[in-house]
């Protein structure tokens, strides 16, 4: 089956320091998003890439830092500098950036501050 | 700006009865508009979508939603609601001239008491 598998689920940040979470899926999708869920806030996005080697800032995206070296994996690192990282966060893909296709979406991390 | 409003941020409803979560967008261009059902400690799931064509269309799990130009809004509907459909509701748009970029609802959650 499909799909986009993120791991831990849960993972717990101690002050200063930098956490990854990771992202990979088999869709073999283009394009790849890291959004974060806060309650009663939506999703906002804070990452995003469209191909290989290329990402680019969303909307919340100080405190954060990704790469796409495989078109299968999006990582995202939490750092020192995000001081709010509790959070759920989630991955997506879709087949290209953009266009009328639905993302799809992973079971997510929850992040939590020692 | 692109924009999503959710008005409600619960909606309860008794198993058997017809349920509705509204949803109402403002964008500049066509939209591509989509709903998502999330689950507790979950991703997204994909329900349905509305690229062009018929205004009613019809999705997974007996969903089906309602295009309405004129009112910009595109509210889900199911006619017996189940107590297993009790989650959190997401509408999203997206424009055929915006790229890449989602804009998601802040969410709904329904209740279906038995």
């Known amino acids: 089956d499909g799909g986009i598998t993120q791991s831990p689920k849960y993972l717990f940040r101690k002050e200063g320091q930098n956490v990854t979470l990771s992202c990979e899926q088999n869709l073999n999708h283009d394009a790849m998003y890291w959004y974060r869920q806060d309650p009663g806030q939506g999703l906002r996005l804070i990452y995003y890439s469209q191909i290989v080697n290329d990402f680019q800032k969303g909307d919340i995206a100080e405190g954060y830092s990704v790469s796409r070296e495989k078109k299968e994996s999006f990582p995202l690192t939490v750092t020192s500098a995000q001081k709010n990282p509790t959070a759920f966060y989630l991955c997506?893909?879709?087949?290209?950036?953009?266009?009328?296709?639905?993302?799809?979406f992973g079971d997510g991390t929850r992040l939590s501050i020692l | 700006a692109q924009s999503v409003a959710q008005p409600e941020d619960q909606v309860n409803v008794a198993e058997g009865n017809p349920l509705t979560v509204k949803c109402t967008y403002s964008?500049?261009?066509?939209?591509?508009l989509f709903w998502y059902v999330q689950y507790p400690n979950r991703g997204l799931q994909f329900l349905l979508k509305?690229?062009?064509?018929?205004?009613l269309v019809k999705g997974s799990y007996g969903f089906e939603a309602e295009f309405n130009k004129s009112q910009t809004s595109f509210h889900l509907k199911k006619p017996s609601a189940l107590v297993s459909d009790s989650a959190l509701y997401f509408c999203?748009?997206?424009?055929?001239?915006?790229?890449?970029?989602?804009?998601f609802g802040a969410g709904t959650r329904l209740f279906v008491k038995a």
């Open positions: 997506a893909s879709s087949p290209q950036g953009g266009g009328n296709q639905p993302q799809h």
């Open positions: 999203a748009v997206r424009t055929n001239t915006g790229g890449f970029k989602t804009i």
């Open positions: 964008v500049s261009g066509n939209p591509y």
């Open positions: 509305y690229i062009t064509g018929d205004n």
